[in-house]
């Protein structure tokens, strides 16, 4: 029986069978040492399969409670920043991948958006967002962003925030993104800096004299799947270099106007003195790209 991680959506039988056609066409096996190799096989499948981590109740509890959850933008440290990078988003319509539980999509239309397609994985957070305030401009639906066929030429924007980096097929999304947008449409997402999603133990270390602090990096250039401790265990992620995020980008037919290593200015220090440790180690990477 093939086993797959119960963190994630159920598989079709028709899914298993194209996955195990072509495990056997990539590595040249017969189907007899295909089921003989049905561990890796299912290796590969957890690999390659979105997580869906928010919709297990201890993980949603507690990561209702951050910050950007209860204040919305306001609660985002890098929201300013990107906020600066948006378009005027009146008449706009406008796709959000990874809505989480509908911050953006309802500033868009506050802000004179005309419609805002919004997806997300987790049915918890669409629950949520479903139950705030939509004057009807605002469709939720649930979707896999690693398995998203979108339609040609259709958005003035696609905006993500913080989902790009759980992805597997985020190529393929790429070029998704880069067929929907209409010849004037803009891109602005942000992730999780590949600096912080690279080391396998993600910490900080003080200097032996005590005058600081500074971030064990290691694995950089080796990309893919991470496994790390954030709210719970058991979260995962990929890692990607800075390079291969811009490179994805430019393949998708998409011109780079804005690229940001996230930091606290002066003012925002002064506030939030903990968010220091920025500049030793970035959290946030946001991109900024238009069609044209």
Known sequence: ?????????????EQIRLFCFLY?????????????NLHQINQDLIQNMSQNIYDQNEFFEK???LGRQVKGLD????WPQIEKMLPDLKGLTILDLGCGLGWFARYAIERGATFVRAIDLSENMLKKARGMPNNGSIKYERGDLDELNLPKEEYDLVFSSLAFHYLANLPGLMQEIGKSLKP????????????????????????????????????YQKEGPRVTHWVTEGVRKHHRTVETYINMLLKSGLKLTNLVEWA???????????RVDEYVRPSFLLVGATKT
């Open 75 to 78: 609660g985002a440290p890098e």
């Open 264 to 274: 606290p200015t002066e003012e925002e220090l002064k506030r939030f003195p903990e």
């Open 63 to 65: 990561y209702i409670q």
């Open 1 to 13: 029986m093939l086993v797959v991680d119960p963190d994630r959506n159920s598989v079709t039988c």
């Open 24 to 36: 056997r066409k990539k590595r040249n096996t017969s189907p007899k040492d295909t089921l003989e």
């Open 184 to 219: 004037t449409g803009r891109l602005v997402y942000s992730v999780e800096h590949p600096i912080r999603t690279a080391p396998s133990n993600p910490s900080f270390l003080v200097h032996s004299k005590g005058d600081g602090k500074f971030w064990v990096l290691d694995d």
